[in-house]
């Protein structure tokens, strides 16, 4: 199995600041044959089910603010807030879909400072 | 698209469950379902996929030979019956399905709110 690892495990933002998520993989999830990362980064607000943010690494899902960006490639990837809103506290998640089973990371949380 | 389970309980270790999530919105019959669950205050576990047609399944290592995924796709329905079940398997279970976009069926695009299974005596 692919072992997702986030770092860190949560962090504290002040309002309009940048939060950056790291997400380490065990082995690579960048197909060659389309050259696409899958890499996909999930947000889930207390009590909610999880929500698709970013897919393919770095493609926003349709309504995502575009203060959230995703990138990376191979092994190594990142989620950026680029200025945190108060809506944005909670736990966020990374997931390979390159294989079966997918697997996620520990999960983020980001709180406001 | 909207996703909506039920069938979650407190249920005593060695006993049995079976979940149920009604999907609307979309061609049930043409697309893959999942079971994700999470354990209070842990992270994100899948625990079973099924193909469209039901006859493609696959299980965590941690639940095979325990659930059971199924699916009743004239009735746009998805199942999970869980058998001999353990404190481990206390949990929000969610129901799943894929990005309308990525042939992928393991990007998770749209979830159910969730049912709450406990095991515990």
């Known amino acids: 199995d692919i072992v997702m690892t986030q770092f860190p495990d949560s962090l504290a933002v002040s309002l309009g600041e940048r939060a950056t998520i790291n997400c380490k993989s065990s082995?690579?999830?960048?197909?060659?044959?389309?050259?696409?990362?899958?890499l996909a980064w999930y947000q889930q607000r207390a009590g909610q089910p999880p929500k698709l943010l970013i897919y393919w690494a770095s493609t926003r899902e349709s309504g995502v603010p575009d203060r959230f960006s995703g990138s990376g490639s191979g092994t190594n990837f990142t989620l950026t807030i680029s200025s945190l809103q108060a809506d944005d506290v909670a736990l966020y998640f990374c997931q390979q879909y390159y294989n079966t089973p997918p697997t996620f990371g520990q999960g983020t949380k980001v709180e406001m400072k | 698209v909207q996703l909506v389970e039920s069938g979650g309980g407190l249920v005593q270790p060695g006993g049995s469950l079976r979940l149920s999530c009604a999907a609307s919105g979309f061609t049930f019959r043409d697309v893959s379902m999942t079971w994700v669950r999470q354990a209070p205050g842990k992270g994100l576990e899948w625990v079973a996929n099924?193909?469209?047609?039901?006859?493609?399944?696959y299980y965590a290592d941690s639940v095979k030979g325990r659930f059971t995924i199924s699916r009743d796709n004239a009735a746009n329905s998805l199942y999970l019956q869980m058998n001999s079940l353990r404190g481990e398997d206390t949990a929000v279970y969610y129901c799943?399905?894929?990005?309308?976009?990525?042939?992928?069926?393991?990007?998770?695009?749209?979830w159910g709110q969730g049912t709450l299974v406990t095991v515990s005596s």
């Open positions: 099924i193909k469209p047609d039901g006859y493609e399944r």
């Open positions: 082995q690579s999830v960048l197909y060659s044959s389309n050259n696409k990362n899958y």
């Open positions: 799943a399905r894929r990005h309308s976009d990525s042939p992928s069926w393991s990007l998770f695009a749209y």
